[in-house]
């Protein structure tokens, strides 16, 4: 079970960035996935979440309409689509497995993240 | 949605035992039983360690406890190995336009 995170570099304050994540060992399209990134220095920041048929999604505050998450079901892939990029999202940006079509709250699997830096 | 909020630093001594706690200002943590901890080693992949409060995942050790009190909730780490140097993060189910919430983290040293 494996999930690998691509897509980070350095970028300008207002740009636009996609990241993806590839998703293997499992199958995918029977589990909700999420996006959370940690800060330099600081903790982790739940950003996204998309169910198995992409019917229900959910953002954390700081990105509501600037970020949007996907997937491709027939590619094994989850995408995070960011625009207007600030200095403050410059982070560690992880895609994790979700576990509440088995029932409970959690996230069992991480990648091992792919970093954003934003800045002129 | 506020962060729950975490001592920023724990310390022991190999094979005491430790608590970390996790409290929030509104009712995430009491309202559900969906709590979970993570364990952060700095450059490497975050680890499921509790579910539910106080699930282990299969290969947990079970020196890693949870529990849960009002809008508490706490890890605890027995016979603290050197292994256990780590971050851990709690986080909480929650509802409205979100779906988690993490906590502010906690460095755990090893002396």
């Known amino acids: 079970v494996e999930l690998v995170e691509s897509g980070g570099r350095l970028v300008q304050p207002g740009g636009s960035l996609r990241l993806s994540c590839a998703a293997s060992?499992?199958?995918?399209?029977?589990?909700?996935m999420n996006w959370v990134r940690q800060t330099p220095g600081k903790g982790l920041e739940w950003l996204s979440y998309i169910s198995t048929s992409s019917t229900t999604i959910y953002y954390a505050d700081s990105v509501t309409g600037r970020f949007t998450i996907s997937r491709d079901n027939g590619k094994n892939s989850l995408f995070l689509q960011m625009n207007s990029l600030r200095d403050e999202d410059s982070a560690v940006y992880y895609c994790?497995?979700?576990?509440?079509?088995?029932?409970?709250?959690?996230?069992?699997?991480w990648g091992q993240g792919t970093t954003v830096t934003v800045s002129s | 949605q506020s962060a729950l909020t975490q001592p920023a630093s724990v310390s022991g001594s190999p094979g005491q035992s430790i608590t970390i706690s996790c409290t929030a200002t509104?009712?995430?943590?009491?309202?559900?039983?969906?709590v979970s901890w993570y364990q952060h080693h700095p450059g490497k992949t975050p680890k499921l360690m509790i579910y539910d409060v106080t699930n282990r995942p299969s290969g947990v050790s079970n020196r890693f406890s949870g529990s849960k009190s009002g809008n508490t909730a706490s890890l605890t780490i027995s016979g603290l190995q050197a292994e256990d140097e780590a971050d851990y993060f709690c986080?909480?189910?929650?509802?409205?336009?979100?779906?988690?919430?993490f906590g502010t983290g906690t460095k755990v040293t090893v002396l």
């Open positions: 509104s009712s995430d943590v009491g309202a559900y039983n969906y």
């Open positions: 060992g499992f199958t995918f399209n029977t589990e909700g």
């Open positions: 986080s909480s189910y929650t509802s409205g336009s979100s779906l988690y919430v």
């Open positions: 994790a497995r979700d576990t509440s079509n088995r029932g409970y709250y959690a996230m069992d699997v």
